[in-house]
């Protein structure tokens, strides 16, 4: 599976943006998606997943309520909507396909899209 994530950009604080993550390959829809960002100077962190069949949602604390992760299985694309943004979401996203016989596992990473959110 290779993973091609997209539409970040500069957005001002209260703003949104749209992620999408573009997969290929015909397993797309057995992996459960993923979300990280690192931001500069952190480490990379978890911001959410989904399940391959879309059915359950996680987010960390700190998105919960202004970010949705979402997926479209005919369409091999993961999108994570995010609302309400701050000054801190600012960082690289990654997509991530998680390991269908290991939960803690991502067995392929996307090249990152910047994301910059101004005060």
């Known amino acids: 599976v290779q993973l091609q994530a997209s539409g970040g950009g500069l957005v001002q604080a209260g703003g949104s943006l749209r992620l999408s993550c573009a997969a290929s390959?015909?397993?797309?829809?057995?992996?459960?998606m993923g979300w990280f960002r690192q931001a500069p100077g952190k480490e990379r962190e978890f911001v959410a997943a989904i399940s391959w069949s879309g059915g359950s949602t996680y987010y960390a604390d700190s998105v919960k309520g202004r970010f949705t992760i979402s997926r479209d299985n005919a369409k091999n694309t993961v999108y994570l909507q995010m609302n309400s943004l701050k000054p801190e979401d600012t960082a690289v996203y990654y997509c991530?396909?998680?390991?269908?016989?290991?939960?803690?596992?991502?067995?392929?990473w996307g090249q990152g899209t910047h994301v910059t959110v101004s005060s």
């Open positions: 991530a396909a998680v390991s269908p016989d290991d939960g803690s596992r991502i067995d392929y």
């Open positions: 390959g015909r397993t797309f829809s057995s992996y459960a």
